[in-house]
């Protein structure tokens, strides 16, 4: 290995560190995914949580400079094809080497920006953001799965974008507590935290089964390699929805829904266990 490639996987690596350090349930999602997947999602992963932290955790910093610097770096590493900061250099590894278009990128840091900039979503802000936020994060990983495949790529496309739209607004309702109390935001258009009652939760959650349903017809014509692991993950967020589901209205409001990382690692294993024997 030349001193190049060291400096690549390196930083790879700091990917896969990243990723598990913030994300458990992550973490075991991409294991059971081909070898070959890995340090692709990894670098994938690493870029979106870097940027997500920028606009949630720096309170004391200035976002929006932040952010701009951010995105000036990522642009960069990706037209020159290096940079010091690993996290942008395993990015820009991946995006050339699997032609990630740019407006997937731009679409991604827009969404980011949207949390420096919006404490309440109208309908079209509200698709705007889950597009730039998971959609194309989706499609991201739908370039790697495809492997230059552009054809499989269209074929898969509204799929991948339904289940990264599902496992979003998932995430919202589990943590619409928090996003109210800690940041002031309301994702949903036209819910009112204080109001949260029995309907619109029920409207919220018929439109997140419709994404799952969609979802999975395209989740069946994935590459082989890519298949389980997404599957594993479909299942997973299908079972925390499901236990959302259960929950009245004013739970959801008042505790952040959570999994036990034992309970997590239990789910994941019994979800593998069961695609590989056919039961699920």
């Excluded at 507590?177 to 994702?187: L, M």
């Excluded at 919220?204 to 989740?219: H, K, N, S, V």
Aim: aromatic content about 12%; glycine content about 4%.
């Amino acid at each position: 290995m030349n001193a190049k490639d060291l400096f690549d996987l390196t930083t790879l690596e700091c990917s896969r560190l990243i990723t598990q350090r913030y994300s458990t349930s992550f973490t075991l999602g991409i294991k059971t995914l081909d070898s070959k997947y890995h340090l692709p999602i990894y670098a994938i992963y690493g870029f979106v949580r870097y940027a997500d932290e920028i606009v949630d955790t720096f309170h004391d910093h200035d976002k929006k400079a932040l952010l701009e610097e951010f995105k000036k770096d990522t642009y960069k590493a990706i037209k020159e094809k290096i940079s010091l900061n690993p996290v942008l250099h395993a990015f820009q590894i991946i995006v050339n080497q699997y032609q990630i278009e740019l407006e997937l990128i731009e679409a991604f840091l827009r969404s980011m920006e949207m949390d420096l900039d919006f404490k309440t979503y109208n309908d079209s802000k509200y698709h705007e953001y889950i597009y730039g936020s998971a959609e194309v994060v989706g499609l991201m990983c739908l370039r790697v799965f495809c492997e230059g495949d552009d054809e499989q790529y269209q074929m898969l496309e509204d799929p991948a974008c339904k289940l990264g739209s599902a496992f979003q607004k998932v995430n919202f309702l589990r943590d619409i507590k928090s996003d109210y109390e800690e940041r002031g935001r309301v994702y949903f258009p036209g819910v009112n935290f204080l109001g949260f009652d029995k309907s619109a939760k029920q409207m919220i959650e018929e439109d997140i089964q419709r994404d799952f349903d969609d979802a999975l017809i395209g989740i069946n014509q994935l590459p082989t390699g890519a298949k389980t692991g997404v599957k594993v993950a479909y299942l997973y967020y299908l079972k925390l929805f499901e236990k959302i589901k259960s929950l009245p209205p004013e739970t959801i409001t008042s505790t952040r829904i959570r999994i036990p990382n034992t309970r997590k690692i239990s789910l994941l294993l019994s979800t593998y266990c069961g695609i590989k024997l056919g039961w699920a």
